[in-house]
């Protein structure tokens, strides 16, 4: 049984670009949510999707969004990237009816300059 | 507005004595309440939850206290060895919502 595997593991990006994150899902998982963790700051819940549909967002603007393909793979697009995006974005894959028993991945740490 | 609050962001203890971790929330609403563990460079792995109709859950080591009343939760560890050095991030959840609030964690150092 494989884990979550997020890539890629580092990134740096200039201000004002796009940029997409992947995310492969625990076998068996069919849930994926998005959380971006700022440095000293706990993961902030950005969105979760279903059945290939967002089924919740947090407080983040629309340049965040996402995608999750039919294999349960996950993407999150940012586009004009700011400095304050600058964060660990993490992964987390469950299966939808065990509500909170989330795989974290190991997360992309994602640099704006 | 932080929901979910840690705050001491760190804490040491020495090995073998019992570690105390202490977790405050506002949202009445919530009712499930969640501890990971993260090191670094790896993701948060789930270590142990509980829900509002309990007030203790123990699972070897580690025991989650819940006092609704205060709002308030801890993570006890006993013994604490220094494998458990690690940041422990609190998190609770709504029954209506599927997302976690986090607190902003605190890092343990547990010496030898």
């Known amino acids: 049984e494989t884990g979550v595997t997020q890539s890629p593991t580092h990134l740096i990006k200039t201000r004002g670009q796009q940029v997409t994150l992947r995310c492969s899902s625990q076998?068996?998982?069919?849930?994926v949510s998005w959380y971006q963790q700022a440095l000293g700051q706990g993961p902030q819940f950005i969105f979760q999707?279903?059945?290939?549909?967002?089924?919740g967002r947090g407080n983040f603007p629309p340049r965040f969004s996402g995608l999750q393909f039919p294999n349960y793979s996950s993407e999150l697009n940012v586009n004009a990237l700011e400095l304050d995006d600058s964060a660990l974005y993490l992964c987390?894959?469950?299966?939808?009816?065990?509500?909170?028993?989330?795989?974290f991945g190991s997360g992309t740490r994602l640099t704006v300059v | 507005d932080q929901q979910v609050k840690q705050n001491s962001p760190s804490l040491s203890v020495q090995e073998g004595r019992i570690s105390i971790l202490n977790c405050d929330y506002t949202?009445?609403?919530?009712?499930?309440f969640l501890w990971y563990k993260k090191y670094p460079a790896e993701g948060p792995t789930f270590l142990i939850s509980?829900?509002?109709?309990?007030d203790k859950n123990e699972d070897g080591r580690f025991t989650v206290f819940l006092n609704k009343s205060a709002k308030h939760l801890s993570l006890h560890i006993v013994p604490s060895q220094p494998g458990d050095s690690a940041v422990y991030f609190c998190?609770?959840?709504?029954?209506?919502?599927?997302?976690?609030?986090f607190g902003s964690g605190t890092r343990l150092l547990v010496r030898p």
């Open positions: 987390a894959s469950t299966f939808h009816r065990d509500r909170y028993g989330y795989t």
């Open positions: 076998s068996g998982h069919n849930t």
């Open positions: 999707y279903y059945r290939e549909e967002e089924n």
């Open positions: 949202n009445s609403m919530f009712d499930y």
């Open positions: 509980i829900s509002s109709i309990k």
């Open positions: 998190a609770a959840a709504a029954d209506s919502s599927y997302k976690l609030i």
